[in-house]
């Protein structure tokens, strides 16, 4: 391998990495010479093609490994097309993200991408074009400059494990070229297909059954785990991981400061396995991460891996060999909206007791709403002992956020309902499955001002918990599902666009209006945000416990740092809670500034208390 006219910075950094590297890739890649040495060159190539002033961040970030943790992140997540209709849109919107205390901007995917065949952008069929209606890459890079110059870090999906039917190469596979087939899984009979799914689950069985189908062009059979025209990639070829990394790169050189590695516990396929977190999917993340080490080290590896915190937890790697630097917090989140509907806080100690045994140099993402649907992954061997049955409990949950119980105010739909295995997952807003649509249909000021309360104590929960806070565009200022999505027909058949509606920027212009319900929900998570950034209790490195009291209605958290001690309350009841706190000293109200006894402890019905002392 040539190294002659590296720079001293690109060599400095490979020589620091190269043994593991080189290694990891012989080893995965079968000791393929000529491949590694084409996946440097293209490493070398990128790092050249970087722009002085992402090097330069790069290099400031580089000196401060951990920069992205403490407790200075505020995230916000949305579709380009339902904020501001383009990439340019976006930027001339960025006056406002700033006003909603956000400095990291998810932009939902956005690559080019077949109509009525994109799964919202997941289906892509050009790593290097962004979808003509929002804009050009050099809109995408011009953003990310902008962002940068506001303070804002940007993150972008990256669809590893597939490409659109549309994409190049698998047009040149359906076309016969076996080179491009090679990229794929394509069978000339149906016979290894069906010994894959006797161990594969499947992802969408009633929308989307089996994880394969007939290419009708080719002739033969092709592996499509999530929807017939995604075509899944077949990281055992090292041409697919060269040419899927050096898109990688190319996307982080536009700018973009986190790349979300999209279903990454799928990207390698082994017969005879359920082809989910395979051991050769850590060796594909720890060279990725490797590689930006390398050609940008000021990115971040965003994994999304929504299983079971067994699951997620590894694909952090180790301390001396990591992976992602961050994760999803998924399981806190279902288990969140579960505690919505039973008011039993008693599972949601049991997850998180789990998440504050981790070690703190762990990096979680909290989150109450995302684009996607609530899945019922709970622990229901830890539920069994209280008598809940799995199926029947999931049913009371949809059931429950569909607002079919007298009790009930939230409004949300099933998605990819499965009556048979009671597998349906749930949208909606957080708003909405909060109870605010209802109550201002009803017109009802207690019922409002109730759904505010809960809509407001679930977000300080989540600003409590350590790691970065991420807010859903349009949560900002509670709004409502977009029922419209009905009579699109090119959305109708899915509903997560119940809560993917576009951002109302009439609502939104009332956000500095105290009198409206934007105005106090604008204005309380601001508050949130701040108060969250000036005490250092809310660093990433601080203890965190749970709290012992006698009511299985409401959390108790605590949180210890440098001095500061905060305990936080949440009351999931639609009643008033008085507790005992198992706890001494003097207390201030965070929220109000009032001195608190801990004696006699009153939190209002869906509401929270943040209280701190300095020790």
Not at 19 to 29: F, G, I, V
Not at 483 to 512: F, P
Request: glycine share 6%; hydrophobic share 35%.
């Amino acid at each position: 391998m040539e190294k002659t006219g590296w720079s001293s910075e690109f060599q400095a950094r490979f020589a620091q990495r190269e043994d593991e590297l080189r290694w990891l890739y012989m080893e995965l890649y079968h000791g393929d010479q000529k491949a590694y040495d084409y996946f440097v060159s293209r490493m070398y190539a990128a790092y050249e093609e970087r722009a002085e002033a992402l090097k330069k961040s790069d290099r400031i970030r580089e000196q401060d490994p951990n920069w992205y943790k403490g407790h200075h992140l505020v995230g916000m997540l949305m579709y380009v097309n339902a904020f501001a209709g383009t990439l340019s849109g976006v930027r001339e919107k960025l006056s406002y993200i700033q006003d909603c205390g956000v400095n990291y901007l998810h932009l939902m995917p956005l690559l080019e991408s077949p109509a009525g065949r994109s799964d919202g952008g997941y289906a892509v069929s050009d790593f290097r074009k962004v979808q003509p209606e929002l804009g050009t890459m050099e809109d995408l890079a011009t953003l990310c400059a902008d962002c940068h110059d506001r303070g804002i870090i940007t993150c972008l999906d990256f669809v590893m494990n597939h490409t659109s039917e549309d994409h190049e190469w698998a047009k040149r596979a359906r076309a016969g070229e076996k080179e491009f087939q090679d990229r794929f899984f394509f069978y000339d009979t149906w016979d290894e297909p069906n010994e894959f799914e006797k161990t594969v689950p499947q992802v969408f069985p009633t929308t989307a059954p089996g994880n394969f189908s007939w290419s009708e062009e080719a002739g033969k059979v092709v592996m499509t785990t999530f929807w017939p025209y995604q075509w899944d990639l077949n990281y055992a070829n090292p041409v697919v991981f060269n040419d899927m990394t050096d898109n990688m790169l190319f996307l982080c050189n536009q700018g973009v400061d986190v790349i979300r590695l999209d279903a990454v516990p799928y990207i390698w396929k082994e017969l005879g396995t359920n082809c989910r977190n395979l051991p050769q999917v850590h060796t594909l993340v720890r060279m990725m991460r490797l590689t930006c080490e390398i050609v940008c080290p000021g990115t971040l590896l965003l994994g999304e891996v929504v299983m079971e915190p067994s699951k997620v937890v590894p694909y952090f790697g180790t301390v001396e060999k990591p992976e992602c630097h961050l994760l999803y917090n998924v399981t806190t989140m279902a288990s969140t909206w579960h505690t919505v509907a039973t008011r039993d806080v008693r599972l949601l100690r049991h997850q998180l007791s789990q998440v504050f045994a981790l070690p703190k140099m762990y990096t979680f993402l909290n989150y109450l709403r995302c684009h996607d649907d609530i899945g019922w992954g709970l622990d229901y061997d830890f539920l069994s002992q209280f008598g809940i049955e799995e199926v029947a409990h999931k049913k009371y949950l949809n059931d429950y956020f569909q607002g079919k119980w007298p009790y009930s105010l939230a409004r949300g739909e099933l998605y990819n309902d499965d009556p048979r295995l009671g597998d349906a997952r749930l949208c909606g807003t957080t708003a909405s499955l909060c109870g605010l649509e209802e109550a201002l249909k009803n017109g009802d000021p207690d019922l409002i001002n109730t759904a505010l309360r809960f809509d407001l104590m679930l977000h300080a929960y989540m600003f409590t918990m350590s790691g970065v806070p991420v807010l859903y565009s349009g949560d900002e200022i509670a709004q409502e599902n977009d029922w419209s999505y009905h009579e699109d027909a090119q959305k109708e058949e899915d509903s997560r666009y119940l809560h993917r509606g576009n951002l109302d920027w009439e609502k939104a212009a009332l956000r500095k209006d105290l009198k409206t319900i934007e105005g106090r929900i604008f204005a309380a998570i601001r508050k949130m945000e701040r108060l969250h950034e000036e005490h250092r209790v809310f660093d990433g490195a601080a203890d965190l416990w749970l709290m012992p009291h006698e009511s299985d209605f409401v959390l108790g958290v605590g949180r210890y740092y440098q001095g500061e001690k905060l305990l936080a309350f949440f009351n999931f009841y639609e009643f008033d809670v008085t507790i005992h706190p198992q706890e001494e000293g003097q207390f201030r109200d965070l929220w109000t500034g009032e001195e608190r006894s801990l004696e006699n402890l009153h939190i209002p019905a869906r509401g929270f208390a943040w209280l701190i002392c300095e020790m």
